[in-house]
């Protein structure tokens, strides 16, 4: 397939691209051949790809700039976290979507082509979350959509279910930044993602901080990724992991809620964190997820200016009968 990105470029043409593809990678080398490959197997040819690196030292860079030359490199001298890589990546796009997937994925030819037409389907819509596949057994989900409760638990829907009963588009609470699309425009409205996160909960602080500006957030089954999970932490729990997490969700509770929805929410709040601290405590992290929660609050305090601001009182009810409604979606999953 001719590798239409480069000979736009040789034309002068960059500034024409309709979408911009942009991979964070970290010491992922070793991922890098099968996720840009499936790049260049794509159906349709209107877009760029552009690879953040956060500081590798395993020769990913290098690697790249050789082999794949029709990919755009930013090289940055350190590890400065998703956010910041995916930020850097999105300022660096020409294109009026941008599409960011894990470096730890590969996609179906039809991926980018799918996510585009999703979004131009949906005119409200913020972001379109590809259907995630478990590398390792296809036949099972990794990702159908995230949601958030009430109980200040955030979750993937599908993980671990059979894919096949995953394949109808849906309204979700915000996208997985694995693999998903953004409309541009509403990232230069509602602000770009948050780098006080530096890594996790990322994607739901600004999916949720999108709902509470009148978009949707949307799962597109006709864009298949296959991702092998935990590519860069390399493990489901560990100790940055659950630190993180924790922390991020106190802060992201923080931002995205009124005052009066937080002391709505408290008691489900407190029981929620409550069994989380259990449930790490009996695997050995329970230390880390006091800690981050401790740090969430400190985090929240300094970054007071971040909260958001002038959402109306219906919209923050909408959303709250909703966080009460993924409490039961959560069971059922």
Not at 213 to 222: A, I, M, S
Not at 297 to 320: E, H, M, P, T, Y
Request: proline content about 2%.
């Amino acid at each position: 397939m001719e590798l239409f990105p480069e000979a736009k470029r040789l034309k002068g043409l960059e500034n024409m691209y309709e979408v911009s593809v942009i991979i964070p990678n970290f010491n992922g080398k070793k991922y890098l051949e099968n996720c840009l490959n499936s790049m260049r197997n794509q159906d349709c040819e209107n877009f760029e790809v552009i690879l953040v690196d956060n500081g590798s030292e395993d020769g990913s860079v290098a690697y790249v700039r050789e082999t794949y030359q029709e990919v755009k490199v930013i090289a940055l001298k350190e590890n400065t976290g998703f956010c910041t890589a995916v930020n850097t990546g999105i300022k660096a796009s020409t294109g009026s979507y941008v599409i960011l997937l894990n470096n730890d994925t590969v996609a179906e030819p039809f991926f980018v082509s799918s996510l585009l037409k999703s979004m131009k389907k949906h005119p409200r819509a913020f972001s379109c979350q590809a259907k995630m596949v478990q590398m390792q057994d296809h036949g099972k989900m990794d990702d159908a959509g995230n949601y958030y409760c009430a109980f200040g638990w955030a979750f993937a829907d599908g993980k671990g279910r059979k894919q096949e009963n995953y394949n109808v588009e849906k309204k979700i609470f915000s996208a997985c930044a694995g693999a998903a699309v953004y409309r541009k425009k509403v990232l230069d409205k509602i602000g770009l993602f948050d780098q006080e996160h530096f890594a996790y909960l990322e994607d739901l602080d600004i999916g949720y901080r999108a709902r509470l500006h009148g978009y949707e957030n949307w799962y597109c089954p006709k864009a298949v990724v296959y991702h092998v999970g935990s590519g860069t932490s390399g493990s489901r729990y560990n100790l940055f992991k659950v630190r993180y997490s924790s922390r991020n969700n106190i802060y992201t509770i923080y931002k995205n809620m009124p005052l009066w929805q937080i002391v709505l929410n408290f008691p489900l709040l407190l029981l929620g964190f409550g069994c989380k601290a259990l449930f790490f405590a009996k695997k050995g992290f329970g230390k880390e997820y006091l800690a981050g929660i401790k740090n969430g609050f400190a985090i929240s305090r300094k970054n007071r200016q971040r909260k958001v601001k002038g959402v109306d009182f219906v919209s923050c009810l909408r959303i709250q009968w909703e966080l009460y409604c993924n409490i039961i979606r959560f069971l059922k999953k």
